[in-house]
């Protein structure tokens, strides 16, 4: 991609409403456009990273099993009645009434649609275990929203469920969802830690919270600092190992600021490994039992040939909320620093001459070499100063930087910068492009 055909509306000053680092840079990078109080343009380089993210989490939900559909942002009141949530939400719900007088919300959840979908089709206990997710935009009207995408009205969300006979194999289900958080936020370059949560308005009475450490984080968490350093559980798991993955990191102290228990926390956690930090939320699990099934007579055909409601769970991930969470974890004074598997591009190369031949056909050979190997490339061509690409591409925070000029071409040499470290090579181009490529 050619920067100078590129829409990339960068801003050298963050407004003045932007309180927090993700936000700021969010908007000088230009990945987001605000439209209105907590909602957001995407912009095409923030479109290009939530997609990372979003196939990310995709991938992750599909290795542990769960089956994607989609549903709709707009749901019947009827359902939430059913369901006893409809008046009990709170002004948080987008209520609306169409041209027919029929009542309709935006859903900022999808408990009981997902339940009217399973009691329509599913029978018989032998089509369980089964879970749902899809990614969808979501709606909720905060009171006050804030800090960017990390706290906005309409968000993207991951919501998975599942189904399952009873309550013994839903808590299989609830921990094969938890190892699969944790892999998922693995692949995403950030350090989450499982920490137990107040269940809300989900309900039920199994809940942790999936929390990444940040300096600008939104709260104040408590845990032991070997959950921070616990590598991620991997794939196709046992239930044994499930077991093993929940209760190894359960067993330690972790909680948010609302549930902290400092008495608890000194008692069971050497003074050595107690970290108190700044967090963000970026998952939140349920099992909640027969709370929507019961109701909402979602039941199937057990063994014994007696219907029996399900027991369910819900596995929420805010997919839009996670660029926020990567950046509040990963940046500095000159912007962003992307992790590999989620930066808008692979490689930016910078063109020091536009106006140089030399200059030009070695960098369109560079890109073209490194397209062929599968690379996102991001070609600065522009007539910019060097000092404003560099600092463009800093502040956008592609993980490789690989700088052409007249001055290096003459002695047959290239310059490479690693955006995380800020470690800076000087090789031929074509060493230059095996090391990006291999």
């Known amino acids: 991609m050619r920067l100078s055909r590129y829409f990339l509306p960068t801003l050298k000053e963050a407004p003045s409403d932007a309180q927090i680092v993700s936000h700021q840079l969010m908007l000088r990078a230009g990945m987001i456009k605000q439209e209105a109080a907590g909602i957001y343009a995407w912009l095409p380089l923030g479109l290009r990273v939530l997609r990372k993210v979003e196939n990310i989490v995709r991938e992750e939900q599909t ?7 989609l549903m709709p942002t707009l749901q ?3 359902l939430w009645r059913e369901s006893g949530r409809y008046d009990a939400y709170g002004p948080e719900m987008l209520r609306i009434t169409d041209r027919h007088e029929r009542e309709l919300l935006y859903g900022p959840t999808n408990e009981e649609m997902v339940t009217d979908i399973f009691r329509g089709y599913v029978k018989s206990y032998k089509s369980l275990p089964l879970n749902l997710f899809h990614i969808q935009w979501k709606f909720r009207d905060e ?3 804030r800090f960017g995408v990390m706290r906005g009205r309409e968000f993207l969300m991951k919501d998975a469920y599942s189904f399952d006979i009873d309550e ?5 289900a609830y921990k094969r969802m938890f190892a699969a958080y944790l892999n998922t936020f693995s692949r995403l370059g950030l350090k989450a830690v499982p920490m137990r949560a107040d269940t809300g308005p989900i309900g039920g009475d199994l809940s942790h919270e999936f929390i990444v450490l940040a300096d600008t984080g939104e709260s104040e968490v408590f845990c032991d600092r070997k959950l ?9 798991l046992s239930v044994e190992q499930l077991e093993g993955v929940f209760n190894e990191r359960t067993a330690l102290y972790a909680a948010t600021e609302e549930m902290h228990d400092a008495a608890q926390f000194e008692a069971t956690t050497a003074e050595s490994d107690r970290l108190s930090a700044r967090g963000i939320e970026v998952g939140h699990i349920f099992y909640f039992g027969t709370k929507y099934s019961e109701p909402m007579k979602a039941k199937v055909a057990g063994p014994d040939g007696k219907d029996t409601e399900v027991h369910m769970g819900s596995y929420g991930v805010g997919v839009s909320r996670l660029l926020g969470a990567i950046i509040e974890a990963s940046h ?4 962003i620093i992307w992790p590999d598997s989620v930066a808008p591009f692979d490689v930016s190369v910078i063109s020091l001459r536009a106006s140089d031949e030399a200059v030009s056909v070695a960098c369109e050979e560079a890109v073209k070499r490194l397209e062929a190997a599968g690379k996102d490339v991001l070609y600065d061509d522009t007539d910019e100063r060097p000092g404003g690409k560099f600092a463009t591409a800093d502040l956008i925070g592609v993980p490789w930087q690989l700088v052409i000029g007249p001055k290096g071409l003459a002695d047959g040499v290239v310059e490479l910068k690693r955006r995380a470290t800020g470690e800076k090579q000087t090789l031929s181009l ?3 492009v095996e090391l990006l490529t291999k």
Not at 63 to 69: I, K, Y
Not at 332 to 335: C, E, Q, T
């Open 430 to 432: 074509d060493a230059a």
């Open 168 to 172: 013994a194999s839903a808590r299989i």
């Open 332 to 335: 500095d004074d000159s912007g």
């Open 228 to 236: 921070v350093e616990m590598a991620p559980p991997g794939h196709d």
């Open 63 to 69: 290795r542990a099993g769960a089956v994607e559909l």
């Open 76 to 78: 019947l009141a009827d």
């Open 143 to 145: 009171r006050r929203p």
